[in-house]
């Protein structure tokens, strides 16, 4: 059974940093392309950052300069170190998997206000 489980989200002060963490199971880690999606209420859910199996990666032009998406494949984990956030950042965000198919994770809320 493949399992995706995001944490780390919470409530944040601008400017504040959180890490997200995802970690995998159920599937050969190491294969797979991993990215970060938000969603922010009343809005389609979007890309945020991209990590290849080679380590590539890549962002939305929203967060280039402040995220660093990471992945470790001892651990099947990846993570998103999200550092000078801002109120537009306030979102669920979710992990995914993709190898041919896509896996998703449930989400993990990040809130940035004072």
């Known amino acids: 059974q493949v399992q995706l489980v995001e944490s780390g989200g919470g409530l944040v002060d601008p400017g504040g940093s959180l890490r997200l963490s995802c970690a995998a199971s159920?599937?050969?880690?190491?294969?797979?392309?991993m990215r970060w999606y938000r969603q922010a209420p009343g809005k389609e859910r979007e890309l945020v950052a991209a990590?290849?199996?080679?380590?590539?990666?890549n962002y939305a032009d929203s967060v280039k300069g402040r995220f660093t998406i990471s992945r470790d494949n001892r651990k099947n984990t990846v993570y998103l170190q999200m550092n000078s956030l801002k109120p537009e950042d306030t979102a669920v965000y979710y992990c995914?998997?993709?190898?041919?198919?896509?896996?998703w994770g449930k989400g993990t809320l990040v809130t940035v206000s004072s």
């Open positions: 995914n998997a993709e190898y041919g198919t896509d896996y």
């Open positions: 159920g599937i050969s880690f190491r294969s797979y392309v």
């Open positions: 990590i290849s199996r080679g380590g590539f990666t």
